[in-house]
Each structure stands twice: as structure tokens, then as C-alpha cells.
């Protein structure tokens, strides 16, 4: 039974089906420009034209494939369940509730680091700082309360 669970998300500006929509209207602008300097004789500028807009291609594709990153937090029974969801590859932990140590400050890019029984996650990637310490704040109560059940 989940008794607590976290969603933290990649903040997007955008998402995946309307980049694809901003992206048309990009190609369609910038192709209509230089369909116009290729019939006054500029060729060259159709090329980098589609230069252009194969790098842009390339570059949204990079941001869409990112943009549904999150990590998944969720307090059972009698494990923490962390879920590391990047580029649609999920990576999974099982920590032990009643081994669960946080570390803040020992970790790099002030990630918090979540470790029981010799494995550790670093969590947070996605949030500001002011949004981690309340995190941690937050985990620390469920784990208090959870441990006070157990005993």
C-alpha cells in the first residue's frame, strides 16, 4: 500500500506536440524566405536554409526526448520506492524503510542523496534548492512517522 508518493518533474516550457507545431511553422517561414532568394538566383541560401532547420530538428528532438524526465517517489510499507524515468529508461530502487539515511550537503550539485544498505540514489536533479529542502523536510517527516508506526 502506497502510504506517500512524489512526482518530481522537469519544468517544460513546451511540450512535445507543440514544439512539433512551432517547429512547422518555423520550416514553413524560413523555407518560404528562401524559395523567394532562390528564384531572384541566391541558391545558396535554400542550402543553409535546410542546414538550418536540420539543426533545429535536431535540437527539439534532443529537448522532446527529455521533456517527460521525472523522478518517482513513493513510500510503501516497508520499502522507499525510487524511480529514475530519463530519456524513457526506467531505473528502479528499493530502500529499506528502516535504513534510509538522507545526505544534503555531501552530494554533488546539492542533489539530495537517499542511501539504505550500501545503495544510494541522488534525487532532485529537478528541483530548485528551495524546493529540495522542503522536499527533504517532507521525506524526513514520512520517515519519522513511518518508523514510529513500526516500532
Same mark, same amino acid.
Given at each position: ?11 517544460? &516550457? ?11 511553422? +518555423?520550416?514553413?517561414?524560413?523555407? &518560404? =524566405? ?11 541560401? +535554400? ?8 539543426? =533545429? &530538428? ?9 521533456? %517527460? ?10 520499502? +522507499? ?22 545526505? =544534503?550537503?555531501? %552530494? ?10 550500501? %545503495?544510494? =540514489? ?5 528541483? %530548485? ?23
Amino acid at each position: 500500500m502506497i502510504k506517500r508518493e512524489w512526482d518530481l518533474r522537469r519544468n517544460c &516550457a513546451i511540450a512535445p506536440r507543440q514544439l512539433g507545431f512551432f517547429y512547422a511553422i +518555423l520550416c514553413a517561414t524560413s523555407f &518560404a =524566405v528562401a524559395i523567394g532568394f532562390t528564384l531572384r538566383g541566391a541558391w545558396f541560401v +535554400l542550402l543553409f536554409a535546410v542546414l538550418e532547420m536540420s539543426a =533545429v &530538428a535536431i535540437a527539439f528532438l534532443i529537448y522532446a526526448r527529455h521533456a %517527460t524526465d521525472r523522478e518517482h517517489i513513493a513510500m510503501l510499507d516497508d520499502y +522507499l520506492l525510487v524511480e529514475l524515468i530519463q530519456a524513457q529508461e526506467i531505473r528502479q530502487f528499493k530502500l529499506d524503510l528502516r535504513s534510509i539515511r538522507i545526505a =544534503v550537503q555531501e %552530494t554533488n550539485k546539492g542533489l539530495i542523496g537517499i542511501e539504505a544498505l550500501g %545503495t544510494r =540514489v541522488e534525487v532532485g536533479q529537478f528541483l %530548485t534548492e528551495w524546493k529540495r529542502r522542503e522536499f527533504v523536510l517532507e521525506l524526513r517527516q514520512e520517515l519519522q512517522r513511518s518508523q514510529k508506526a513500526c516500532a
